[in-house]
């Protein structure tokens, strides 16, 4: 994973005028505020489901230095999508909810599109052949009159009850 930087050594950034600076991937940050003990080095991460685990990762190392200290902006995707859905300016009849993300947090959490909207939902990747499953997916419960809402797993996608424990 990297947010910023070079694919370089880790060395300390050039601060701006302001005293930040970017850092160097996450794998590598750790390694510079050792040389500073005395300054007070933040990282901040922003992102969502799929970058918090990875962050989690580091930071749970037991040798880490002292003065570093994490700021994360961690949000959620499916809380995004109900508050569209629920102010009535959704702008879209169907979703295609991301795989990637229903790898983490299980398929199971996109259901509410379907069962509370009524909106044709289902759950696909990012290859050519996922997004055409989750299109064909959500034009056939579009042209269907029975229930809604095919949250279908995708390769790397468990089924409702392989993931019911992985949410917090």
């Given at each position: 994973?990297?947010?910023?930087?070079?694919?370089?050594?880790?060395?300390?950034?050039?601060?701006?005028?302001?005293?930040?600076?970017?850092?160097?991937?996450?794998?590598?940050?750790?390694?510079?505020?050792?040389?500073?003990?005395?300054?007070?080095v933040v990282f901040?991460?922003?992102?969502?489901?799929?970058?918090?685990?990875?962050?989690?990762?580091?930071?749970?190392?037991?040798?880490?230095?002292?003065?570093?200290?994490?700021?994360?902006?961690?949000?959620?995707?499916?809380?995004?999508?109900?508050?569209?859905?629920?102010?009535?300016?959704?702008?879209?009849?169907?979703?295609?909810?991301?795989?990637?993300?229903?790898?983490?947090?299980?398929?199971?959490?996109?259901?509410?599109?379907?069962?509370?909207?009524?909106?044709?939902?289902?759950?696909?990747?990012?290859?050519?052949?996922?997004?055409?499953?989750?299109?064909?997916?959500v034009l056939l419960?579009?042209?269907?009159?029975?229930?809604?809402?095919?949250?279908?797993?995708?390769?790397?996608v468990s089924p409702?009850?392989?993931?019911?424990?992985?949410?917090?």
């Amino acid at each position: 994973m990297r947010l910023g930087g070079s694919p370089a050594p880790c060395r300390r950034p050039a601060p701006s005028a302001a005293g930040w600076s970017r850092s160097p991937p996450p794998a590598r940050c750790w390694r510079w505020p050792a040389g500073i003990p005395d300054q007070r080095v933040v990282f901040f991460a922003a992102g969502f489901e799929t970058t918090t685990a990875p962050i989690a990762a580091l930071f749970s190392r037991t040798d880490l230095p002292d003065n570093l200290l994490l700021l994360l902006s961690a949000r959620q995707t499916w809380p995004a999508i109900a508050h569209l859905l629920e102010d009535g300016t959704a702008g879209f009849d169907a979703l295609i909810a991301p795989g990637h993300v229903a790898t983490i947090m299980g398929a199971e959490q996109w259901r509410f599109v379907a069962e509370t909207h009524g909106l044709p939902t289902a759950v696909a990747g990012f290859t050519p052949g996922l997004i055409l499953a989750g299109l064909h997916a959500v034009l056939l419960q579009a042209l269907a009159t029975g229930p809604r809402g095919s949250t279908t797993p995708t390769r790397s996608v468990s089924p409702p009850a392989a993931t019911a424990g992985h949410r917090r």
